[in-house]
């Protein structure tokens, strides 16, 4: 008896919403004294985090954690369309980071610091907890081997081969879609206390698995 080598790919992918998102935000602002530029950024800063401070809970949320860094300060000499250098800028910035675990609870909170001078909203990472998406990754893999058994012992029973058995497994690896992760958002109607609003909607995250197989079937000779 010799044996057939059966190989295939087997692949399997699991499509979920997110749950939970960083928020990337920073306070900057700039001018001809130093001293005002730096006054204007602690004080926007103290508002941020204020805002922040008063969801923070690390385990009911909405805010499970957040980060801010020290104001940090510097000066350049702009160059204008003639090539003229011009008078001494200073410059403050602070970066914030943010982990909400409700979603509206967010929007809300963006909408409420864009009404503060200086701050700016760069992009909102949308993901899963850890406790899932390791739980999410273990059963994708053992469903993309699944899949390759499956594929490899149709193979051998349109030869009427018999029971296939696996010789080597190759995993390229686990990917997580989409790679970049941003935010939708759009202004809604302002309610009655002028207040602004924002929808978000993020993308789902898709985790894919796939793997290269090679199995074995006796045939006769």
């Given at each position: 008896m ?119 909203i ?61 935010f ?38």
């Amino acid at each position: 008896m010799t044996a057939v080598q059966i190989i295939v790919r087997g692949s399997h992918s699991v499509t979920l919403a997110p749950q939970r998102a960083t928020v990337h935000a920073t306070v900057s602002g700039q001018g001809r004294s130093a001293e005002p530029v730096f006054e204007k950024v602690a004080t926007a800063l103290a508002g941020v985090s204020t805002s922040i401070d008063a969801l923070h809970h690390p385990k009911r949320g909405p805010v499970t954690k957040y980060a801010i860094d020290q104001v940090r300060t510097g000066s350049h000499r702009p160059w204008n369309a003639e090539g003229k250098q011009l008078a001494l800028v200073h410059t403050a910035a602070v970066s914030i980071t943010a982990v909400f675990i409700e979603f509206g609870e967010l929007a809300a909170w963006v909408a409420a610091v864009a009404g503060i001078d200086g701050v700016g909203i760069g992009h909102i990472s949308w993901e899963l907890t850890d406790a899932t998406r390791l739980e999410v990754e273990r059963k994708t893999r053992q469903k993309a081997v699944r899949d390759a058994k499956r594929r490899a012992q149709d193979y051998a029973d349109a030869l009427d081969l018999g029971t296939v058995r696996v010789r080597r497994i190759s995993d390229p690896g686990l990917s997580e879609r989409p790679m970049e992760k941003v935010f939708l958002a759009r202004s809604m109607a302002a309610p009655a206390d002028g207040a602004p609003q924002f929808e978000l909607r993020p993308e789902e995250i898709t985790i894919a698995a796939e793997v290269e197989a090679t199995f074995t079937v006796p045939a006769g000779v």
